[in-house]
């Protein structure tokens, strides 16, 4: 197996009391892009935080391209390029004095600059506004310059944190887009969300994390094996007057069910054979008083994993 | 090198905030102008309303004559009565003593014999030359510079009378032979006439000061002292502003974002502290220019003075800015240290009252803010009309100031951002 451009083992994060990463291994293989799933606050910053040597890791280690995060940080810091969660940018300067600062900070100068500045522009699709001053910008073209700084200096690595938090769904769609157009072009990409659709779009591989725990690693076929023998069901609901865990409880002594819950007027079921329980469930939910606004059966996803998982949505 | 680099993105992006502009440029102009408007000529010494009041001035008269009477009349004139208190001493040590314990901001010496040396009792006694003393506190800037005024138009004053009447005298003997032995005792004459009752020198100088005294002085111009207070005010609040935006990078990620690039952290704080001094520095520059061109105000002849004083208060006032941000937990929390440190020592450093007017603990207390010892070498330069050499010691406590606070801060910065 060729060697991997990163790899963490058993990191490690306290603050005080809190462990907000305890102990993540994982490995990223040149080319690919690999996605950490998780709920807000599962420890997904904070890891990508000590792999950019932002965060000196309690315990355990970090390589990227050959590096140490703890003993070789300027070294990993030329081969990433981060783009924070936040729109990590100055408002007042303009969209390419913001790239020229970036650069210099990433050691560019000259007609190297200029050539990259351009080129990254180009990437974001904003070489028309580039003289215009990033306050004057929507968010979704803010994040697209954020975007574009962490690629100024042909990162071998591209660390994403939640780089679509907060933008309309076409912005999303055009960062999605680079991503995997960057992503063809040899660019390796560590990116992070906790929007499941995004990591089934994006990744070849997945690590869902949670409570600061990688609990599963692989690509989406291989995490959604671990519930194949389950079909999963989601049934709309006007609650009204509807004792929510009471239902879920019923529902959960319906004999081929194996785990019911309520998340944001739905009902998540997961079952030995949809059909073989649907009438009951129906049935059930009835009694119970209440109205089913519509039913939709899933092929197993990344959301049925993390339940299964963790037995909690990955939305909570 | 990167240092610089964020150095003066930080200036860059400071200048073109407008808002920022006119807390950095616009204030200090605008409220020196209200201010000195308001106070009229400090030239005026004394109105109600002059910031300068109560100087303590002991006079030591030992002369017998006419002209000890005269200075001490004047002094202690209507005109005067706000701008001076006049206290009389016999012991010219004790009185300076009184200007050592910060009792007294000047002593004024008449020595004995000081009329009978210059009013010659009869024509064929030549005057010689005689000279009051004036003894003034070091530490004050502004108070000296009164007194020097008034005692010199006293002087001139008097000067002029003598000399006329000397003249007229030495005409007159020289025409006896002429006009006969009825002029013979015209010296004695004119010099009956130098009695205070009979010229009144003393009013018509006195009236006459205000003019002369402004013109001479054309540094008692108020915006002289609101405009180097108000600008050393106002480096106060953008020093700490500027400390503070370290914290809102903090907070805005664009400091994590600078600590995932190949720059060290001491690298990029010293470029945050290097942004805050190019601004400050920028500021006072466009300060200087804008008010010789609007307020016609001088500030002094020593251009080497001046870029010392504003280097090192700038300096001073910047380090002081990160060290106290650095207490600071967030953003606000800076904000907020750094409005209350700011007006405290405005008010307490001389950038709305001179210092001249704080008493003894007060003014002690005062040695302890930036303000004070930037004003106090601004003043010099500007009101007192000193050089280089007379601002050393404000130059060395501001510079001491800047290189320990700066240092601090650094160490203090470091550790908080390295995790």
Known sequence: MVNPILAAHDLHKSYDDVEAVRGISFDIQHGEIFSLLGPNGAGKTTTIS?????????????????????????????????????????????????????????????????????????????????????????????????????????????????????????????????????????????????????????????????????IAVGTQNELTKTVGQFDSMRIGLDQDGLDGEKLVAALETIKGVHRAMLENGEILIQAEEANAVLSRIVTTIDNAGGHIRGLKIEEPNLEAVFLHLTGRALRD | MKALQIAWKDTLTRYRDWKALIGLLGAPLIISALIGLAFGNIGGLGGSDSPITDIEVIV??????????????????????????????????????????????????????????????????????????????????????????????ITAGANTILLAGRVSAEQAVGQAEILGPALANLGETINSELQPENFDFQTEKLSLERTEVGEAVEGINPFAFFIPGMAVFFLMFSMFDGSRSILLEESRGTLPRLMTTPTSTSQIILGKMGGTFLTGLLQFTVLVIASTIIFGISWGSSIPGLITVVVLTVFAASGLGALLTTFAKDASQAGAIGSAVSL??????????????????????????????????????????????????????????????????????QRRFVK
């Open chain 2, 344 to 413: 405290t020592f405005g008010a307490l450093g001389g950038s709305f009252f001179p210092s001249e007017n704080f008493s003894g603990a007060l003014n002690t207390i005062s040695r302890f803010t930036v303000n004070r010892w930037a004003m106090d070498g601004l003043t010099t330069l500007t009101l007192g009309g000193g050089g280089f050499s007379d601002i050393l010691d404000e130059a060395a406590v501001l510079g001491l100031i800047g290189l320990v606070t700066f240092a601090l801060a650094l160490f203090a910065f």
């Open chain 1, 50 to 214: 000590m792999l950019s040597c932002l965060l000196a890791p309690s315990k355990g280690e970090a390589e990227v391209d050959g590096h140490s995060v703890t003993n070789d940080a300027d070294d990993v810091k030329q081969s990433i390029g981060v783009v924070p969660q936040e729109i990590a940018l100055y408002p007042t300067l303009s969209a390419r004095e913001n790239l020229a600062f970036w650069g210099k900070m990433y050691g560019l100068r000259g007609e190297r600059s200029k050539e990259r500045i351009e080129n990254v522009l180009d990437v974001a699709g904003l070489s028309d506004r580039a003289d215009a001053k990033v306050e004057t910008f929507s968010g979704g073209m803010k994040r697209r310059i954020n975007i574009a700084v962490g690629l100024l200096h042909e990162p071998t690595v591209l660390f994403m944190d939640e780089p679509t938090v907060g933008i309309d769904p076409q912005s999303r769609r055009r960062i999605l887009d680079t991503v995997m157009e960057l992503n063809k072009q040899g660019l390796t990409v560590l990116y992070t969300t906790h929007y499941m659709e995004e990591a089934e779009e994006l990744s070849d591989r997945i690590g869902i994390i949670d409570h600061g725990k990688l």
């Open chain 2, 60 to 153: 030591v008269n030992l002369d017998d004559g006419v002209l000890g009477e005269n200075y001490i009349e004047v002094l202690t004139s209507d005109d005067l009565d706000d701008l001076l208190n006049v206290r009389q001493m016999d012991d010219l040590e004790a009185a300076r003593m009184e200007i050592e314990a910060g009792d007294a901001r000047a002593v004024l010496y008449i020595p004995a014999g000081f009329s009978d040396r210059l009013i010659p009792s009869g024509v064929d006694d030549e005057a010689v030359s005689a000279s009051v003393e004036l003894y003034t506190d070091p530490a004050a800037n502004i108070s000296p510079f009164i007194m020097q005024s008034i005692v010199e138009q």
